[in-house]
């Protein structure tokens, strides 16, 4: 009877110690997706992500520009190995038009991206509302110079 006892303790004793360690691993993980968050979410960051859009669309967050509104995509945050937390935009609440950053913190608590990726559809869209894109369009035109101008 003493030996059963014993060997219920034992495997009692071990059984608590792995759910502590599990339950603290998972308060680990939650606590890091919480920070992912809290620095996606920052006014900071949100500085970074206007500044890029508003240089890809000069009339972004009005009627008359492409980007009307964005939303961070909590579900894509993760750290880079190299650096830096890895955040996904979606814009006008579309999956197909995202705009990925790479965000690192400066020495001065702000935040800048070490690069920027923008979907081959909201790309398409940019490109074609885009005048400096227009205009080099335009120059590039080729005309022979057989071809009477004029």
């Known amino acids: 009877m003493k030996k059963t006892k014993k060997s219920m303790i034992i495997l009692f004793s071990i059984l608590a110690v792995i759910g502590i ?3 603290g691993c998972s308060m680990h993980q939650y606590q890091k997706k919480q920070e992912m968050i809290a620095i996606a979410t920052s006014d900071e960051a949100k ?3 206007e500044h890029f ?3 890809k669309d000069p009339k972004a967050f009005t009627d008359e520009g492409i980007i009307k509104n964005y ?4 579900s894509s945050l993760s750290y880079n190995p190299m650096g830096g937390l890895m955040v996904s935009v979606v814009i ?4 197909e038009l995202n705009i990925n950053y790479n965000l690192i913190e ?3 608590g702000s935040y800048h991206s070490a690069y920027y990726s923008t979907s081959p559809r909201l790309s ?3 490109k074609g509302n885009n005048e400096w894109h227009k205009i080099m369009l335009k120059k590039i035109t080729f005309k022979p110079q057989w071809q009477k101008i004029g």
């Open 71 to 74: 939303e961070i995509d909590e």
């Open 47 to 49: 500085k970074v992500y």
């Open 92 to 95: 006008n609440k579309d999956n």
């Open 53 to 55: 859009m508003k240089s």
């Open 106 to 108: 400066n020495k001065d």
């Open 21 to 23: 360690t599990v339950g």
């Open 124 to 126: 398409k869209l940019l």
